[in-house]
């Protein structure tokens, strides 16, 4: 019990919120020891890809594009917590890039958006955030806002290494949405800031890749 309120203690200290004003309660925590149950997946290529459970890690090794739907819609402010690793031990989608993810997303035109093929294009038409790092063979790192009429821009964009990706790296990611603030940190070094004026208030997250080798664990969503 102790070591739970520390946590949340500085999560909230690490946000910037007045612990006196704001708590963090855990809406859902997945360590895959269930298998998939939480998850929907979309695979480009699904016959030259997998996805298995690795010493209680989820492993997806994907040879085309792919993502992962947390299958319960997300609302209001909340922070998403997971550690993942790129995996780069000379197997055959084992390339350092792509350590991506789609928050908030929405399809106006469908409540159901697990109607997609894992193509990258496939999601033009959805409302989303988007984190790419270490995008087009760890080349590049951009945040964008997707808007359902195919716009998607860059609102940020790293190129120097300190914000790119190593292989074999186990990194711990935090995505917080709150009143419209939209931060993203990796190993707790923040990436990017938004103060959105016409935030998006729900949806979906997935991860999301293209021929990547990666492992995920300790996923957790809040309440913020």
């Known amino acids: 019990m102790k070591k739970t309120l520390c946590f949340l203690f500085l999560i909230i200290s690490f946000l910037g919120f007045s612990q006196s004003k704001t708590t963090a309660r855990l809406l ?15 695979f480009e290529e699904p016959a030259t890809s997998s996805i298995q459970l690795v010493d209680s890690k989820l492993d997806v090794s994907t040879s085309m594009g792919a993502t992962l739907w947390f299958n319960k819609k997300l609302s209001g402010n909340i922070l998403i917590t997971f550690n993942v690793k790129v995996i780069d031990a000379g197997g055959p989608n084992d390339r350092v890039s792509d350590l991506n993810a789609f928050w908030m997303a929405t399809d106006p035109a469908n409540e159901n958006i697990f109607k997609r093929d894992g193509k990258f294009n496939s999601y033009d038409n959805l409302n989303l955030y988007y984190a790419g790092v270490g995008g087009h063979y760890n080349k590049f790192t951009r945040f964008r806002k997707y808007h359902s009429d195919g716009t998607k821009p860059v609102l940020k964009e790293y190129t120097d290494e300190a914000h790119l990706l190593k292989g074999d790296t186990e990194y711990s990611i ?20 938004f103060q959105d004026e016409t935030p998006y208030t729900e949806g979906y997250f997935g991860f999301r890749t293209t021929i990547s080798h990666q492992q995920f664990s300790n996923f957790r969503v809040f309440r913020l």
């Open 28 to 42: 859902y925590a997945d360590d895959f020891k269930n298998g998939l149950r939480n998850w929907t997946t979309e």
């Open 174 to 193: 935090k995505i917080s949405v709150n009143r419209g603030r939209v931060q993203y940190f990796r190993n707790d070094i923040l990436f990017w800031d």
